[in-house]
């Protein structure tokens, strides 16, 4: 008995050749199709403008704008490796760099990462940590002369670097040319945030912005095509529902045209049903995805909040969930949120700062926070939560501080204390 467990692999079973799925990778958000439907004109664009590099000159730096999801980074991929291909075979020397800024976002990371690309020779590449910001920098200004060439550095998400450690790094990149003897390097910054320059010294926004364009979000129509030509990829013939293209497509396009949630709600769909042994994916799949990534998201953003955000939300959820308050106030949820804090120990926020709160959680989507007028009594808010409870309550019992604020705050036996204000 034993050894008939023991040469069964869990796995046997499911390597059998699904009926769904000819090449999945496809649909995954790091993929880089050979062609963009609907960003040709992007794509002229950006290739004017790194011309120069062609001709061993530097491009000008470049800042792409646009919404999630509306092909920016991999369109910037696509060029980077085109321009590559092209100068290497004339014999051109050019090395390129993608950084996602929101998982490096340190003056030193940033450096040490483009001091990588001139190097193979892992014992002579820049530390990740223990010089000072000036050696790297230094590092990196003289390998770049001895490698020579252009070099083009991608800055995903510029906006998070700029937010998390501020402009020293783009001061030291948008000037780093005047240190370079034998090299060139030009930036290119992308973002979803345009306003983010206004954060920046006048010198480094004038350098780093001397090319800019926006990227429109999509349309259903034009994620019809996206998806269309995607699924010819991954899926096997009649392996979709004729209607399934359209209603991703369709979703996707009420997100601010979002190609990533298009081509993710068409994903998850179709490994739902190849899980459920289904030969076809249909409209039930795609409405089931849809759910399942609605509740994902509301679990992420929720468990994220920082603490003083979390236990307003407690509050909220302990005074609708006893049905103490049918339409609850700013100050209803300031009277429990006062009593989470004295028995957790944290220091008190003014009630005006609690009702900042309340509104950057209704902006979220967790709660609804409605603006009602009573008259001559003048006008108050009517608080609620947005997502229904029983989905909540998985999310909530997975944060240790939020399942226990709520627990004690529906207990209702919180003698109100005198608390600290800050």
Request: charged share 25%.
């Amino acid at each position: 008995m034993q050894s008939a467990q023991a040469s069964r692999n869990v796995f046997d079973a499911l390597t059998s050749e699904g009926h769904i799925f000819r090449n999945r990778s496809v649909l995954s958000s790091d993929y880089v199709p050979e062609d963009f439907p609907h960003r040709n004109d992007e794509i002229d664009q950006v290739a004017h403008i790194l011309r120069p590099a062609l001709e061993g000159s530097r491009p000008s730096n470049i800042l792409i704008y646009g919404q999630t999801g509306t092909g920016k980074t991999a369109v910037a991929r696509y060029i980077c490796d085109q321009l590559k291909d092209k100068v290497t075979a004339d014999g051109g020397a050019i090395h390129t760099a993608h950084i996602n800024c929101k998982r490096v976002n340190t003056p030193y990371g940033i450096l040490a990462n483009i001091g990588q690309t001139y190097t193979t020779n892992w014992e002579d590449s820049i530390p990740h940590t223990g010089w000072r910001l000036e050696q790297v920098y230094a590092a990196l200004c003289r390998k770049a002369d001895e490698a020579g060439g252009i070099a083009l550095v991608v800055l995903d998400e510029v906006d998070a670097l700029v937010k998390k450690s501020g402009d020293e790094v783009l001061y030291h990149l948008t000037g780093i040319n005047a240190d370079l003897g034998n090299a060139r390097m030009s930036l290119i910054g992308i973002s979803n945030d345009t306003k983010f320059t206004t954060f920046l010294d006048p010198r480094v926004k004038s350098r780093l912005g001397e090319e800019s364009l926006t990227f429109p979000p999509y349309n259903a129509l034009q994620l019809r095509d996206i998806l269309d030509q995607r699924a010819g990829q991954a899926f096997h013939e009649g392996a979709l529902d004729p209607q399934v293209l359209s209603l991703c497509a369709g979703r996707a396009a009420q997100e601010h045209g979002d190609a990533r949630k298009a081509l993710d709600l068409l994903r998850i769909a179709a490994e739902m049903a190849e899980r459920d042994g289904s030969r076809q994916v249909t409209v039930d799949y795609v409405n089931r995805a849809e759910s399942m990534m609605e509740q994902d998201q509301v679990r992420k953003m929720v468990l994220q909040l920082p603490l003083q955000h979390k236990a307003v939300l407690a509050s909220i959820l302990a005074n609708e969930s006893q049905s103490r308050l049918d339409r609850q106030t700013t100050g209803d949820v300031y009277d429990t949120y006062y009593r989470i804090c004295n028995r957790f120990e944290l220091d008190a926020l003014t009630q005006r700062r609690i009702g900042g709160i309340i509104s950057e959680l209704d902006m979220q989507g967790v709660i609804s926070a409605r603006v009602v007028s009573l008259g001559r009594h003048g006008r108050t808010r009517f608080i609620s939560t947005a997502v229904p409870f029983n989905e909540l309550q998985p999310i909530i019992s997975e944060d240790s501080f939020m399942s226990s604020a709520l627990d004690l705050a529906a207990d209702g036996h919180f003698v109100r204390p005198q608390l600290r204000l800050m």
